[in-house]
């Protein structure tokens, strides 16, 4: 038997409520974080251009290793966004595809990828300008120690 303190109370049933991505209880959120890693970001738009095999997925995606490829496509195939065939082949051959969820959700991600091209020296400058002005906060602060 646990002691009374750790006890674990049945929370609401949350599925008939409807998603809400600010709620830390919805379960939604963690979708969320799902998706909002860099390699779905980056993978799921790849697949876009069709069904493609794990090399070439490795190789379009620049800094993914297998270590990191493996979670991120089984999460997304889980959740029903990419699909796996494997052709039952020697040497074993298996592509992977969006599926037609995953279309919806890479041409959303897509978008992502052009204003982040359009705007990536905006928030670049913007940056160099926050830091210069961190930078003398901290040689005024200097000063006046």
Not at 63 to 85: A, F
Not at 121 to 133: I, L, P, S
Request: glycine share 6%.
């Amino acid at each position: 038997m646990r002691p009374d303190h750790l006890e674990i109370a049945a929370g609401p049933d949350l599925s008939a409520l409807p998603p809400n991505v600010y709620s830390s209880a919805c379960p939604s959120r963690r979708l969320l974080a799902l998706l909002s890693d860099k390699w779905s970001l980056l993978i799921l738009p790849l697949l876009k251009h069709g069904p493609m095999r794990n090399a070439e997925l490795l190789r379009g995606v620049d800094g993914v290793s297998q270590k990191m490829w493996t979670p991120t496509q089984r999460h997304l195939e889980r959740c029903g966004l990419i699909l796996r065939h494997d052709f039952g082949e020697v040497p074993p051959r298996v592509e992977y595809a969006l599926s037609p969820l995953g279309e919806s959700l890479a041409s959303v991600f897509a978008e992502i990828d052009h204003w982040v091209h359009a705007h990536f020296k905006e928030v670049q400058a913007a940056q160099d300008a926050f830091d210069g002005r961190e930078g003398q906060r901290e040689g005024q602060r200097e000063e006046t120690l």
